[in-house]
């Protein structure tokens, strides 16, 4: 089963700033990979499809990146609503998997 | 509006059975894979298996497998996730999303159901 490693656990940054949370898969997934944010007591919300496509509706300060093994999503600036947690999903293979998932919180 | 609607929370002893369900609207239900996913209490989501309605073809991920059951019944619209033994380690919420395929390659979970909390306790 592919494994994804996503950095950071938890992250600290104040409206304006730019954040970049990083995933990591253990085998290569071509560019099979999702960006979801999730908010306290609410289901998961598509942000960002095959690895860099924005999802129709979501704010274009979100962007991801990357192919292979390698991803990334940023903000290009932090918005208060902003702030959830956010978790990779690769739909290469299955089973598939999802990051741990990243706390953005604000400083 | 496509949509998925899950069934009301639920508290269980250990030991009961137990059957959630999703319904979608507003599209053809029959022709879109629907995954379950679940999150424990304070932690992150963990995918549990995915269900092809029109054939009622499922895959579980290993970690599920023989513990859950995902069935379909494609003519009212319904996915199902079911315990036939509940333990008090299943006390999450359980979420279905909707797999949207494009082309050859592309996929996206969305929508999403609002989420079924389940509590197993004595």
């Known amino acids: 089963a592919i494994q994804m490693t996503q950095s950071p656990s938890s992250l600290s940054a104040s409206v304006g700033d730019r954040v970049t949370i990083t995933c990591r898969a253990s085998?290569?997934?071509?560019?099979?990979l999702g960006w979801y944010q999730q908010k306290p007591g609410k289901a998961p919300k598509l942000l960002i499809y095959?690895?860099?496509s924005l999802q129709s509706g979501v704010p274009s300060r979100f962007s991801g990146s990357g192919s292979g093994t390698d991803f990334t999503l940023t903000i290009s600036s932090l918005q208060p609503e902003d702030f959830a947690t956010y978790y990779c999903l690769q739909d290469y293979n299955y089973p598939y998997s999802f990051g741990q998932g990243t706390k953005l919180e604000i400083k | 509006e496509v949509q998925l609607v899950q069934s009301g929370a639920e508290v269980k002893k250990p030991g009961e059975s137990l059957k959630i369900s999703c319904k979608g609207s507003?599209?053809?239900?029959?022709?879109?894979?629907i995954a379950w996913v679940r999150q424990m209490p304070g932690k992150g989501l963990e995918w549990m298996g995915i269900i092809y309605p029109g054939d009622s073809d499922a895959t579980y991920s290993p970690s599920f497998q023989g513990q859950v059951t995902i069935s379909a019944d494609k003519s009212i619209s319904t996915a199902y996730l079911q315990w036939s033994s509940l333990k008090a380690s299943d006390t999450a919420m359980y979420y279905c999303?909707?797999?949207?395929?494009?082309?050859?390659?592309?996929?996206?979970?969305?929508?999403w159901g609002q989420g079924t909390l389940v509590t197993v306790s004595s």
């Open positions: 085998q290569g997934i071509r560019n099979d």
């Open positions: 507003g599209y053809n239900f029959s022709n879109y894979w």
């Open positions: 095959g690895a860099s």
């Open positions: 999303a909707r797999r949207h395929d494009y082309g050859d390659s592309i996929n996206w979970f969305d929508p």
